[in-house]
Protein backbone atom coordinates (compact mmCIF):
# COMPACT_ATOMS: atom_id res chain seq x y z
CA UNK A 1 0.00 0.00 0.00
CA UNK A 2 1.22 3.14 -0.57
CA UNK A 3 1.92 6.08 1.77
CA UNK A 4 -0.07 9.32 1.72
CA UNK A 5 1.60 12.71 0.78
CA UNK A 6 1.10 14.82 3.00
CA UNK A 7 2.76 17.41 1.07
CA UNK A 8 0.52 17.43 -1.90
CA UNK A 9 -1.81 17.84 0.27
CA UNK A 10 -0.78 20.54 1.98
CA UNK A 11 0.21 22.32 -0.99
CA UNK A 12 -3.57 21.31 -2.60
CA UNK A 13 -4.95 23.33 0.49
CA UNK A 14 -2.57 25.69 0.48
CA UNK A 15 -3.45 26.97 -2.98
CA UNK A 16 -7.01 26.40 -2.38
CA UNK A 17 -7.12 28.64 0.38
CA UNK A 18 -4.65 31.44 -1.66
CA UNK A 19 -7.43 31.05 -4.39
CA UNK A 20 -10.44 31.71 -1.85
CA UNK A 21 -8.40 34.79 -0.18
CA UNK A 22 -7.72 36.38 -3.92
CA UNK A 23 -11.43 36.28 -5.03
CA UNK A 24 -12.49 37.83 -2.01
CA UNK A 25 -10.22 40.63 -2.29
CA UNK A 26 -11.27 40.60 -5.79
CA UNK A 27 -14.88 40.95 -5.07
CA UNK A 28 -14.15 43.42 -2.05
CA UNK A 29 -12.41 45.29 -4.42
CA UNK A 30 -15.85 45.22 -7.03
CA UNK A 31 -17.87 46.11 -4.00
CA UNK A 32 -15.60 49.02 -3.23
CA UNK A 33 -15.32 50.28 -6.72
CA UNK A 34 -19.65 49.86 -6.49
CA UNK A 35 -19.53 47.66 -10.05
CA UNK A 36 -21.22 44.79 -8.23
CA UNK A 37 -20.30 40.83 -8.91
CA UNK A 38 -18.62 39.97 -12.40
CA UNK A 39 -21.11 37.04 -12.45
CA UNK A 40 -24.39 39.00 -12.14
CA UNK A 41 -25.34 37.17 -8.62
CA UNK A 42 -25.95 39.04 -5.62
CA UNK A 43 -23.83 38.28 -2.43
CA UNK A 44 -24.99 36.07 0.16
CA UNK A 45 -26.39 37.79 3.00
CA UNK A 46 -24.01 37.49 6.02
CA UNK A 47 -20.66 37.31 3.55
CA UNK A 48 -18.52 39.49 4.58
CA UNK A 49 -21.24 42.12 4.42
CA UNK A 50 -20.36 43.31 7.76
CA UNK A 51 -24.28 42.13 9.20
CA UNK A 52 -24.51 40.05 11.83
CA UNK A 53 -27.69 38.02 11.51
CA UNK A 54 -28.82 34.53 13.14
CA UNK A 55 -26.76 32.87 15.31
CA UNK A 56 -23.93 35.30 14.49
CA UNK A 57 -24.72 38.24 16.37
CA UNK A 58 -23.77 37.94 19.83
CA UNK A 59 -26.10 38.39 22.97
CA UNK A 60 -26.06 41.78 24.52
CA UNK A 61 -24.13 42.03 27.71
CA UNK A 62 -26.88 43.02 30.64
CA UNK A 63 -25.97 46.33 32.03
CA UNK A 64 -27.05 46.43 35.70
CA UNK A 65 -27.01 50.12 37.05
Known amino acids: MATPNYGYEKRQKELAKKKKKEEKLRAKAERKSGTGPADGQ ?24
Do not use: T
Open 42 to 65: APEPGEGDGSLSGDDAAPAPSVSA
